[in-house]
């Protein structure tokens, strides 16, 4: 069964400079998450879309920005980049109107240096 | 403000053991609760969920008990197997309006032994 698809699925900055990530959700998904996962932490939840309008709004820096487009891939715009932006950054979907269970993806590591 | 917690954050059981791991919640009025399971270095999976209308859910090898009364749930694992080795994480969404984007508790680290 298709999953979540993120790309890349590695990702090494430098401070300031921007990072862009991708999610593919599983197909016929109109919804998309965004969390962020810090070592040893628990994922914590940025931003939501929902039929490529912003559906929720989490602990997002301003420095992040994130759309849907209308194939319902999301991209993560992260920018001036900081040394605690190192994370697992991961994408889940799920479909409106169905389970509220979200299937995530695998993850991106970015780590800032 | 509002959070979903573990007791512990670690717990080492011996293979064929029955694992419980348990989750405390603060917010009365969560009425939906999820079990994930994140193996190292992927993404969280979805194991079992509960609805607050229920006490207690049974998968496979799996049992969720939810107590409203003292906001407590656990995740019960029989004959617990290496491949259960993971960071489990309870979670709640807050409501609908919020699209359910989850809200994790701190993870437990299951640790199985031969």
């Known amino acids: 069964a298709a999953g979540v698809i993120q790309s890349p699925r590695h990702l090494i900055k430098e401070k300031r400079e921007t990072a862009t990530l991708k999610c593919y959700p599983i197909?016929?998904?109109?919804?998309v998450y965004w969390y962020q996962q810090g070592p040893g932490q628990d994922p914590q939840f940025l931003i939501s879309f929902y039929e490529k309008m912003q559906s929720d709004k989490g602990s997002i820096p301003d420095r992040f920005s994130a759309q849907q487009f209308s194939d319902y891939h999301s991209e993560l715009n992260m920018s001036s980049l900081e040394l605690g932006d190192s994370a697992l950054y991961f994408c889940?979907?799920?479909?409106?109107?169905?389970?509220?269970?979200?299937?995530f993806g695998p993850g991106t590591r970015l780590t800032v240096t | 403000g509002e959070s979903v917690g573990l007791h512990l954050p670690t717990l080492s059981v011996q293979e064929g053991d029955n694992s419980i791991i348990n989750c405390a919640y603060s917010n009365s009025a969560s009425d939906y609760f999820i079990w994930y399971k994140q193996e190292s270095g992927k993404g969280p999976q979805f194991i079992i969920d509960i609805r607050s209308n229920m006490d207690k859910r049974q998968g496979q090898r799996v049992t969720v008990l939810l107590n409203k009364t003292v906001k407590h749930l656990s995740l019960q694992i029989a004959a617990t197997q290496p491949g259960d080795s993971a960071v489990y994480f309870c979670?709640?969404?807050?409501?609908?309006?919020?699209?359910?984007?989850?809200?994790f508790g701190k993870g437990t680290s299951l640790l199985v032994t031969p």
């Open positions: 197909p016929r998904h109109d919804t």
């Open positions: 979670a709640d969404p807050p409501n609908s309006n919020s699209g359910y984007a989850l809200n």
């Open positions: 889940a979907s799920r479909t409106t109107g169905g389970k509220e269970e979200q299937y």
